[in-house]
């Protein structure tokens, strides 16, 4: 099993390229089962989970083809094609790996009428239920049975009528979901407390040029009135908010120097409010924007929240960038009930944090040390090379298949900027 290890200590500096983020690309790629031509989509980045959707769309008859990206360029463009779909159900095996799998539930049942799915189950993070994903589709007229594991999802009739559904709560998977289910739907759906999170902006968008009717695109209030039919079309996925955010912890917690070239500036404003709180600056330029510190922080008091809000998915990553901030950071986790698991890891490093609840008190300390630490979710494996950027000495971070769920190239990246990264494999 690889490994990446990292000589910390050394400043950040140059221009980063963003990647296409993992979020929509997940969404977006789901959207290729709602219509008989070919969907293109450009900036798809080079992740293990793209290419696990990839694989679970091949399962369902959709065939996805790659086109001329040279291997040294980041992104690739891949054209899905779903004229012919073979079988309607995502199996377990695929699911329990990738939990964005659930994604093909609302577009199958809006295209055809039925989906099977596997229930995901929990992982690292917490408990992760799917009951929203299935109150919002039933709302709009799907039938559910549940048997050994799987869900399966219908249509009476063959075509869902439509309906409205109120969110209890905010997700952005059971929005994706029942966005996706309405868009073929023979009347209208009025979405309620919807999430608004970018990814959710991008996959509407995504629906409108393939031909859906979507009213209050980006607002908490989606209307969608059902098409018979949708078209293909060629689409770019948006740059991804969390690699760059987690690419500004790294020029924070070195005193380093990067330009984030591709980044949508308007995205990231929880996060570059934060950085800009602790002391960085965070300014436009052309390409991107520009993130230097100096290598004073200050400590933050952040709690997570659906978007707007500071994003759970930079939670691990702040904390990280905390333990060299000059005082005490309070941090809340208020979207999973288990994404502390870097803690015991961070402090193997020399952190100082203590967890009661669902509250993280981060001490800064004056050095980190490098150590080997294991890996234990996407996020939180990001915590662990940025804690060893800062750290003295060399940092081993084990199970970096976390890592490739979600990073394009991330020590191809890191070392073009000044990092002495590497990965190494096991044997
Ligand atoms: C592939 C993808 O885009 N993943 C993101 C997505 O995950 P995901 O879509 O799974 O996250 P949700 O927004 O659905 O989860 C928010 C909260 O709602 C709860 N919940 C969710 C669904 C449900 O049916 N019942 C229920 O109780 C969850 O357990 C969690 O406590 O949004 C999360 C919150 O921004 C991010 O951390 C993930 O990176
Ligand atoms: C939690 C995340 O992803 P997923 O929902 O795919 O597990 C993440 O991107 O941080």
Known sequence: MDRILIRGGNRLSGRLPISGAKNAALTLMPCALLTEEPLTLRNLPRLADVDGFGHLLNQLGASTAIQGTRPEDFGRVMTIRAGNLTSTEAPYDIVRKMRASILVLGPLLGRGGEATVSLPGGCAIGNRPIDLHLRALEAIGAELEMAAGY????APGGRLPGGRYRFPIVSVGATENVIMAAVLAKGTSVIENAAREPEIVDLCNCLVAMGASI???????????GRDRLHGATYAVMPDRIE???????????GGDLELVG???????ATFDALVEA?????????????AAD????PLTLSTAPYPGFATDMQAQFMAMLCKADGASVLTETIFENRYMHVPELARMGADIQVRGRTAV???VDKLVGAPVMATD???????ILAGLAADGETSVGRVYHLDRGYERLEEKLSAVGADIERASDG
């Open 279 to 291: 002391g960085v600056s965070v300014t436009p330029t052309k390409d991107g924007v520009r993130v």
């Open 362 to 364: 981060v001490r800064g």
């Open 215 to 225: 009213d209050g695109i980006g607002t908490e209030t989606l209307t969608i009135e």
């Open 295 to 298: 290598g004073g922080l200050k």
């Open 263 to 269: 980044v949508a500036i308007p995205d990231m404003g």
């Open 244 to 254: 760059a955010g987690s690419y500004a912890c790294a020029a924070a917690i070195t």
């Open 151 to 154: 869900v399966k999802a219908t």
């Open 378 to 384: 996407l996020r939180a494996s990001m915590s662990l």
